[in-house]
T-cell receptor
């Protein structure tokens, strides 16, 4: 699986958009970009994933650059409850066995401040 | 959230004693995983299962064994606990892509905090 690079920490004001970057310059054509988050002391939670098109769901938007070497997770209106560690992970699409495993880096610690 | 429970949620034990952690799911997901999380390391995969009685090693499997005798339960055993195994352990499940058409999101349990003295 491709490696990802994320800033170790970011701050965001409550109610503003939080934009979390991720670099994955060695991503392969069959690898998806996944985002998970982990709120303090809880298990990680899936947020969103994408291949090459921008994606949006009820939690967030994912913007992937045209060359697919980087992406940005956008939380449009951050709340205090969004304070968490956010993990960007790339993984192949077709999986059975070990191809389905997630490799977590250290992520970005997002602090949403009042 | 998928119905994933872990037991016990907290455990303190002594070096050299055997410990078994249980992960139970009610979603009939095919794949199950055990991770450990330590400061400075993030989550690391210990073992995983891709079906009943089908398991394989992850990144940090030394000192751990697993068993899966039925779909809903995945057991993690520390045969002889050591202080280096003090950690928070997370179980996760994943449905089959073929069954649900999902892209394989993993669902995590609440974690078990294990302290080995």
């Amino acid at each position: 699986d491709a490696k990802t690079t994320q800033p170790p920490s970011m701050d965001c004001a409550e109610g503003r958009a939080a934009n979390l970057p991720c670099n994955h310059s060695t991503i392969s054509g069959n690898e998806y970009v996944y985002w998970y988050r982990q709120i303090h002391s809880q298990g990680p939670q899936y947020i969103i994933h994408g291949l090459k098109n921008n994606e949006t769901n009820e939690m967030a938007s994912l913007i992937i650059t045209e060359d697919r070497k980087s992406s940005t997770l956008i939380l449009p209106h951050a709340t205090l409850r969004d304070t968490a560690v956010y993990y960007c992970i790339v993984r192949v699409r077709n999986y059975g066995g070990s191809q389905g495993n997630l490799i977590f880096g250290k992520g970005t610690k997002l602090s949403v401040k009042p | 959230d998928a119905g994933i429970t872990q037991s016990p949620r907290h455990k303190v034990t002594e070096t050299g004693t055997p410990v078994t952690l249980r992960c139970h799911q009610t979603e009939n997901h095919r794949y199950m995983y055990w991770y450990r999380q330590d400061p400075g390391h993030g989550l690391r995969l210990i073992h995983y299962s891709y079906g009943v009685k089908d398991t394989d090693k992850g990144e940090v499997s030394d000192g751990y064994s697993v068993s899966r005798s039925k779909t809903e339960d995945f057991l993690l055993t520390l045969e002889s606990a050591t202080s280096s195994q003090t950690s928070v352990y997370f179980c996760a499940t994943r449905p089959s892509f073929e069954v649900t058409g999902m892209q394989g999101e993993q669902f995590f349990g609440p974690g078990t905090r294990l302290t080995v003295l």
